[in-house]
């Protein structure tokens, strides 16, 4: 049996051994969340699911919708005979919501929220060792907390979807030396024409030192060696000759090559790792976000990651580059990924294609902070904490924005709705100062100091549409909510629609489907046409815009409004819409 998504799940952060774990492993529902107290963690599951997807999914083999408040895995694996002496680590790239881990018995690590990674450490290898790995998973769907688009009602509806529960993305193994790097955060400085690698180590560092070596395709560019042993946090700066400068761009992904490496007081070898980089700057302009010091208008599409089989895992690395394929064939060149926290893969293939990308946490239910204020405040913004983390040094992702559509009157008191979004906001500024963030995505903004500012707008009339956006050249921009009821006053800051189009339409759809878009399905594909190029050129031709983003790429189940159907075939002549979007925006004209 071939091994499902047997692709390498990290990276920007790769080391030479490692054990894949995806494919059969025992499996059972626990509808009552009792199985600890009925012994499953420690005997023979009743049935087999097919690791990394969800039970709720049809790749997993198991395909129950129900509401799964628990499941329970089970799996042995051998430890091989060349890991030996070495720590184990046993990675989860993600679990959704709340899992628990033992290994023969012991409890090796838990984790809470389902969309960040979990890491185990097993202790040292011994060759040949067969362990027992179990895990729960919990996910009650009656328990207020940050689940994306997962419907909390038992069928789909609106824009909510199916569920996923327990392991979704890739299981594996790999081996370390007692003193070992961590993941590293890679800053690009395009200005000063470097790198600044800062490196987490684990472990002893008596005499150990860091050796950082940049490559390119002609081969080493430069190299830094610091020691690893009087800071906390070393940090090593690689200086790039003018004549070897490559610059990461639009449409134009290159990459630099990062190796790691730890040497002892001998200069012997302790451990490796290899990453990559990319060069590029993100900067402010007036009203225009400008990328390497030029304003580059974000044409960008609202993608949100889900699968008719894998629901939110693809069932391929392919099927994570089709879909940028798709978006960039359509004119896009970049996404908001929507509603969800993607697979590090789509990142990569983004980072190798100069695909822009707006980061997202998978914030709803949109009034968790009502329901269940402090709790799921803290919550929330620890995981997003850990989104922030693992993917600070992917150079194709330009902003951070961690709430959608949040709804919570201006009171005259502090509201746990404010607490939260300041929260989040502050986390991303203290975690990567080098990107923009949005305090939230549309409705009740609440971060006066927010880098950028937005709206959503589903209007289907052009004139009314192109009329509402008119306001922004005087500083008035259109908003989903009175500023005086729902959001603190407009700073001027630069603007785009976040959300916008939605255009329904699916001929084929039968009278009694279950099928929606925004606004009156058009009569015929032309006018889908027409309209299609009237809302993106209300947006292009207006100067103080410096973006937008389109809903959507794919129909998703119900919500049948994408450039694609769900199967990712085409429904529309793909070069009428790539010329739409092609010509030169107003903003890009007037800062060129």
């Known amino acids: ?157 609106g824009c909510l979807y199916g569920r996923t529960t327990g392991i979704w993305q890739t299981v594996w193994l790999e081996p370390v030396p007692p003193t070992h790097l961590l993941r590293p955060r890679i800053t690009p400085d395009l200005a000063n024409r470097c790198f600044r690698v800062v490196q987490p180590i684990g472990g002893p560092r008596a005499g150990i030192r860091l050796r950082a070596t940049l490559r390119d395709e002609q081969g080493e560019v430069c190299q830094a060696i610091v020691p690893a042993d009087r800071d906390f946090t070393p940090c090593a700066e690689l200086r790039i000759p003018e004549d070897r400068v490559q610059v990461w761009d639009v449409g134009n992904g290159t990459l630099y090559d990062v190796d790691l490496e730890l040497t002892d007081a001998a ?54 580059l089709r879909d940028i394929e798709l978006s960039q064939a359509a004119g896009f060149n970049g996404a908001r990924l929507h509603q969800k926290v993607f697979e590090e893969r789509f990142l990569y293939h983004a980072d190798r294609m100069g695909y822009l990308v707006w980061g997202e946490f998978a914030d709803w239910p949109g009034d968790l902070a009502r329901r269940a204020a402090g709790e799921a405040n803290v919550s929330q913004v620890t995981q997003w904490l850990e989104v922030l983390l693992r993917d600070y040094s992917h150079p194709c992702i330009l902003g951070w924005c961690s709430l959608n559509e949040t709804h919570d009157r201006l009171g005259d008191r502090i509201a746990p709705h404010d607490d939260r979004m300041l929260g989040a906001f502050l986390a991303a500024k203290a975690m990567d100062p080098t990107r923009l963030v949005l305090d939230t995505s549309g409705y009740s903004h609440r971060v006066a100091a927010s880098d950028v500012w937005d709206c959503h707008d589903y209007e289907q009339d052009v004139e009314t549409f192109r009329a509402r956006h008119a306001g922004l050249a005087q500083g008035r921009p259109f908003a989903n909510a009175e500023p005086t009821i729902e959001s603190v006053p407009y700073a001027g800051q630069p603007f785009f629609v976040s959300e916008f189009g939605g255009i329904w339409w699916n001929p084929e759809a039968a009278e009694d489907e279950d099928s929606w878009g925004y606004g009156n399905r058009p009569k015929d594909i032309e006018e889908f046409y027409a309209r299609f190029e009237g809302l993106c050129g209300a947006l292009l031709d207006n100067a103080r815009m410096f973006g937008y983003c389109y809903t959507q790429l794919t129909d998703v189940f119900q919500e049948q409004n994408g450039i694609y159907r769900f199967d990712r075939s085409a429904k529309f002549d793909l070069a009428r819409l790539r010329d739409v979007q092609q010509r030169t925006a107003a903003i890009e004209q007037q800062r060129a």
Not at 89 to 99: E, I, K, W
Not at 137 to 142: G, I, N, Q, S
Not at 277 to 298: D, K, M
């Open 267 to 320: 200069g012997d070898l302790v451990d490796r790792a290899r990453s990559y980089a990319g060069l590029r700057s993100i900067t402010l302009a007036g009203p225009a976000v400008q990328i390497n010091g030029r304003t580059v208008f974000q044409r960008l599409v609202l993608d949100q990651g889900y699968y008719p089989d894998g629901l939110m895992t693809a069932p391929s690395d392919d099927a994570l």
């Open 1 to 157: 049996m071939s091994i499902p998504r047997p692709e390498y799940p990290r990276p920007q952060f790769v080391r030479d051994d490692w054990l894949c774990l995806n494919g059969p492993w025992q499996f059972e529902i626990d509808p009552g969340d009792s199985g600890l107290e009925r012994g499953l963690k420690d005997r023979d599951l009743a049935g087999q699911i097919t690791v990394p997807f969800c039970p709720e999914s049809a790749l997993s083999g198991i395909g129950n919708t129900d509401f799964l408040n628990a499941v329970w895995y089970r799996h042995q694996v051998r430890i091989p005979d060349a890991w030996a002496g070495r720590r184990v680590l046993l990675h989860f790239q993600a679990v959704d919501y709340d899992a628990t881990v033992w290994a023969d018995g012991r409890e090796v690590g838990r984790h809470r929220g389902g969309f960040t990674p979990l890491t185990c450490d097993l202790g040292l290898a011994e060759a040949g060792r067969n362990i027992t790995l179990v895990v729960r998973a919990r996910d009650d769907h009656r328990e207020p907390k940050p689940q994306g688009k997962q419907c909390p009602d038992f069928a789909n509806r």
